[in-house]
């Protein structure tokens, strides 16, 4: 951690600078290294705009998480986009943490081993109900034959 007056500091002085997503269009970010938070949260055009801003000596990193999208049910997430279309550039690194990567109280890796059981067993039981949908319409059409 950064001493607070050390922060102030840098902050005055741009060398760090904390801007909203919405306020880097139009800008090349270069000499810079630049940091993209919660991006679970942004859309295919903002992930794209991000890093469309890169300048030659430019570094970023772009985190998230995919199991705390809070976008609204009709947006889907654009860092899960970008993880499948810019996973062959190279240059571009993804990198995965699982539950034994967390470093919070010690009961947070159970939470998080539960819910993922818990929604495994929610995809099961949906591809089963699909299952089922798909033979009765089978049989439907045969009975009409």
Known sequence: MIPA???????????IEVAP??????RTLDHAFII???????????????????GPSAKAIVTGDLSQIDLPGHQKS????ALDILAHIPG?????????????????????RSYAHAEEADEAERLRKKEIRE????QKMENRE
């Open 5 to 15: 007056d050390k922060l102030a500091f840098f902050i005055q002085n741009r060398v």
């Open 78 to 81: 654009g860092l899960r986009r």
């Open 21 to 26: 997503l919405a306020f880097m269009r139009g």
């Open 92 to 112: 571009i690194g993804q990198l995965f943490l699982t539950d034994e990567d967390v470093v919070r109280h010690r009961l947070v890796k159970e939470v998080i």
């Open 135 to 138: 033979k009765e319409r089978e």
């Open 36 to 54: 993209l938070d919660e991006a679970q949260n942004c859309t295919s055009l903002q992930i794209k705009m991000f890093l469309t801003r890169l």
